[in-house]
C-alpha cells in the first residue's frame, strides 16, 4: 500500500525516445542527469537504450560511474567537471568527459596515464550560452592542448560540442548566431587536425525545431520524458510521471474558516476540506500555496493555502471525498489530472524543475511498463 507515490511510466521514455530517434538525422544521448529529471536515473536510462539511445548523458562524474555500476555499459558523456576529481576512474569505466579548459585538459592526461589509457574527451565551446566551455578567446588553447594530448597518446577527441542558449524559443536570433560560431569553431578544430567523430550542440528543443543542428548527436533531455520545452506544442510526447497521494482525512468546515500556516486561505462557503501527504519535504514547490491544481474524485480543485513540508490541504467544495481517494498533482492528463506543464505554469516555473523535484526523494517510485520487467 502506497500513502503517496511518483508513478513512472518506463514505456512511455522508451517510446518517446524512439520517437524523436525517428525525427533526429543523428544518434541520440539522452540526459539521465538529476536522477533521470526525477524519474529515476538507472531505470530512465535503460528504457532510453530500449528506445533507440546509443548514449547517456550526466553533468557529474558520480552520476556516470553510479550508471556503470548499475551494469550499464553504453557510451556515457559526464560533462560538468571541477578540478580536482579522480578523473581517472571516469577514464578506467570508460566514461566520456567533457573538457573546456586547458587546465582539464592536463588533468585529463595525468588521469588517462593513471588508468593506463587514453581519456576520451568532448571538447566543449561557448558558443554564446556563457555557461560551461572555453570562450571563443579560449578556443585555440583548448584545440592545442587536446591535438597535443592526442598526440602524445593521452587523450581521443571523441566530440566537439556546445549548447544552445534559447533554442526554446524558436527563432529566436541567437540561435543562428550560435550556430555559426558552432561552425567556425569545428573548423578552426579542423586547422588543429582535430575531426571529431561526434559533433553535437541539440538539445531537445533544437532536436524538434532545428534539424540543421542535429549534427552526428542530439541530446534530448526532457523530451525523453514526455514534456516539451516549447510551451505550447506537445509534439505528441507522452509525458511519463504521475504524482499522486492518498487523501489522509477530510473535515467539513464553514464559511470564513482560515486554513494551514497563516491562515492564508479562507473558505468562501461552507466546504470540504481534504488532508493530501505531500509537501515540500517530497517536491511540491512551495509556491504552489493557493493555487497549484489537485485532481480528487471529479474535480480539480487547488490547494487550498500554504504547501507544508509533508502536507497539503485541497478545498474540494461539496465533492464526496473521503479518506483513502486517490488525489493526483499531475500526471499525463488522460483523466483530467493537471499535467507537469500546468504546475509549472501556476507556479511561475518550467516543467522540468517541476519533475525533477520529485527525484530520489521521500516519496517512493513505482514503475510501469514492459521495460520495467
Ligand atoms: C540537460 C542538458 C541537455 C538536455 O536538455 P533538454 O532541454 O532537457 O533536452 C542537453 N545538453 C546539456 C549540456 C544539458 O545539460
Not at 52 to 74: C, H, K, Q
Not at 187 to 215: C, E, K, Q, Y
Not at 296 to 303: D, M
Amino acid at each position: 500500500m502506497w500513502q503517496a507515490e511518483v508513478r513512472v511510466d518506463l514505456d512511455a521514455i522508451r517510446d518517446n525516445v524512439a520517437m524523436l530517434r525517428a525525427r533526429a538525422s543523428a544518434e541520440v544521448l539522452v540526459a539521465v542527469k538529476a536522477d533521470g529529471y526525477g524519474h529515476g536515473m538507472v531505470p530512465a536510462a535503460r528504457a532510453a537504450l530500449a528506445g533507440g539511445a546509443t548514449w547517456l548523458g550526466v553533468a557529474t562524474l558520480d552520476e556516470a560511474l553510479s550508471l556503470r555500476r548499475s551494469g550499464i555499459g553504453a557510451p556515457v558523456l559526464a560533462w560538468l567537471l571541477s578540478p580536482g576529481l579522480p578523473l581517472h576512474e571516469g577514464v578506467a569505466a570508460g566514461i566520456d568527459l567533457s573538457a573546456g579548459t586547458p587546465g582539464l585538459i592536463d588533468e585529463l592526461v595525468t588521469a588517462a596515464r593513471q588508468a593506463g589509457g587514453p581519456a576520451r574527451v568532448h571538447l566543449k565551446l561557448d558558443t554564446g550560452l556563457a555557461r560551461g566551455g572555453a570562450p571563443a578567446a579560449g578556443w585555440p588553447a583548448l584545440f592545442e592542448a587536446a591535438a597535443k594530448a592526442e598526440a602524445g597518446g593521452d587523450l581521443e577527441v571523441v566530440g566537439v560540442w556546445s549548447h544552445f542558449a534559447c533554442a526554446d524559443e524558436p527563432g529566436h536570433e541567437s540561435v543562428d548566431r550560435q550556430l555559426a560560431a558552432f561552425q567556425e569553431g569545428l573548423t578552426m578544430a579542423a586547422g588543429h587536425g582535430i575531426v571529431p567523430r561526434l559533433r553535437h550542440i541539440a538539445n531537445s528543443a533544437a532536436l524538434l525545431t532545428r534539424p540543421d543542428a542535429h549534427f552526428d548527436l542530439v541530446r534530448a533531455g526532457i523530451a525523453a520524458y514526455g514534456l516539451s520545452p516549447i510551451a505550447g506544442q506537445t509534439y505528441g510526447l507522452r509525458p511519463a510521471m504521475t504524482a499522486r497521494a492518498r487523501v489522509m482525512m477530510t473535515k467539513r468546515v464553514p464559511a470564513g474558516q482560515g486554513v494551514s500556516y497563516g491562515l492564508t486561505y479562507t473558505t468562501a462557503d461552507e466546504t470540504t476540506l481534504a488532508v493530501v501527504p505531500l509537501g515540500y519535504g517530497d517536491g511540491v514547490p512551495r509556491h504552489a500555496s493557493s493555487v497549484g491544481p489537485v485532481r480528487i474524485g471529479g474535480v480539480t480543485a487547488r490547494i487550498a493555502g500554504r504547501v507544508c513540508m509533508d502536507q497539503v490541504v485541497v478545498d474540494v467544495g461539496d465533492e464526496p471525498v473521503v479518506a483513502g481517494d486517490v488525489a493526483v498533482l499531475f500526471g499525463p492528463g488522460d483523466d483530467g489530472e493537471p499535467t507537469a506543464d500546468a504546475w509549472a505554469a501556476a507556479t511561475g516555473t518550467i516543467n522540468y524543475e517541476i519533475v525533477t523535484r520529485f527525484g530520489s526523494g521521500r516519496v517512493p517510485r513505482h514503475y510501469d511498463g514492459e521495460v520495467a520487467r
